[in-house]
């Protein structure tokens, strides 16, 4: 009777590699998914949003409480006519929120009220901000009027920094933040951020 040798046993760095390579592939399609996912949701608050404001009474007033307040889960759009981009803008900052669309600060105020409005979104999803510069128009479309801010400056800081809500001077302003730097996606450890003011009524 013939006998077979022995196989050989893979080596343990050769299959520590396969399975580094086969995590790696998971993670990947899982991402992919996501951002299919979250891709697909804000083409959906956006054709809800458009359909909402079709409606939207002309001449609303801004002080109308029952119009500050999201519907269909939609605050308000916010548009950068130079990057062609815009995005429907929910409630809150949580990830939940943010991977499938920009999100409005809660602490912060709503377009039309002095003070700033906060805007966040994930850096997966969000417009190149280093394209960004002074005097760019940033606006936002709520249920009662649209507000058109201009770009004042930027910074970089850390993630606990929430004094870049804080307006620096009396007025109407906007502050765009998102994870920095923008390629490094969930792992990033800085933020982003964009001052903006009101154009003058």
């Known amino acids: 009777m013939i006998s077979r040798p022995p196989r050989d046993r893979p080596h343990p760095l050769r299959l520590a590699a396969l399975v580094i390579l086969f995590a790696g592939l998971v993670t990947m399609?899982?991402?992919?998914?996501?951002?299919?996912?979250?891709?697909?949701?804000?083409?959906?608050?956006?054709?809800t949003w458009n359909a909402d404001t079709a409606h939207r009474p002309v001449g609303a007033p801004a002080f109308d409480l029952k119009l500050r307040q999201p519907v269909d889960g939609v605050d308000f759009e916010i548009r950068v006519p130079r990057l062609g981009y815009s995005a429907a803008v929910k409630e809150g900052v949580t990830t939940s929120v943010l991977y499938s669309s920009p999100g409005h600060y809660p602490e912060t105020v709503w377009p039309g009220d002095p003070g700033t409005v906060g805007v966040a979104a994930h850096n997966v999803y969000?417009?190149?901000?280093?394209?960004?510069?002074?005097?760019?128009?940033?606006?936002?479309?709520?249920?009662?009027?649209?507000?058109?801010?201009?770009?004042?400056?930027?910074?970089?800081v850390d993630p606990n920094n929430r004094s870049v809500l804080v307006p620096n001077a009396p007025g109407y302003h906007l502050t765009l933040t998102t994870c920095w730097p923008l390629w490094a996606g969930a792992f990033a450890t800085q933020r982003y951020v964009i001052f903006s003011d009101q154009y003058a009524p």
Not at 33 to 47: F, K, R, S
Not at 132 to 137: K, N, Q, R, V, W
């Open 126 to 156: 969000w417009i190149n901000f280093p394209q960004l510069a002074p005097g760019d128009e940033i606006d936002l479309e709520t249920l009662y009027g649209t507000y058109k801010y201009h770009v004042t400056g930027s910074a970089i």
């Open 29 to 47: 399609i899982v991402f992919a998914g996501g951002m299919l996912q979250g891709v697909q949701e804000q083409q959906h608050l956006i054709q």
